[in-house]
């Protein structure tokens, strides 16, 4: 069976499919969202909404995404993500010692590792940044079907100036010292252009990073944090 839910003043309308959870935008009436829902149940053929969810612990995050991120990402960038892992996975340790599994990490649990960070003197731009990394730690989860939903998308970012790089060889972006300014500059434009749409499209970063051949791209998402903000949370 599903639920109706509310999140940010929106209702959500939650069910099954085949182990998956899934979960459709509904408006503001609760009244809609309880239509949908029936109008979902209705229509789906039986049995597929019986399919208990997959029950993955949040362990096999250290081996199977730590492997990962080791296998395609270079060392400054593992560092990056890997820091990000270890220290939430930490946190829910402290603070949330009873939830094991994967789909037990709703988004009061990300809103709670955001105001830890809050409190460990982050600042909002900085904070912004862990949860964009965690984002697609997330993005993996679903990649490997581990999860339908991520619960950071669920999650206001706060409003930031655009932060720019010191010095030209402090740029995060592709710097390819060899090619004229123009070329440099045009290339940067360029890479800055696609990434953003495949990242605004949740395209795993880490893929994106080996398409575009970016070097170290959690950096260059500290200065060019290009996912899109979800409409509702706007």
Known sequence: MGKVVKINGEYYVEFYGNGLLFRKKAGTDRALAEK??????ATTPQGVMDVPALDVEISILDGEYRAYVQEYCPPQTQQRFLTVLDDFLMFLKEDFPQITTLSGLTPKIIEAYKVRLIKNNLKEHSVNFVLL???NIFEFTIMKSWLNDNPTLHLKLFKTQRRVPKTEG???L???SSA???EKLRSR???NTIAKELLSRHVDMIKVARFLNIKDIARMMYYEPFFKEREDLI
Do not use: F, K, Y
């Not at 949908?36 to 149940?41: D, R």
């Open 170 to 172: 402090d740029s995060p």
């Open 133 to 135: 990394l965690l984002r």
């Open 180 to 182: 004229p300014l123009a």
């Open 189 to 191: 434009i360029e890479v």
């Open 36 to 41: 949908i829902l029936a109008e979902i149940e």
């Open 174 to 176: 592709l710097g390819i």
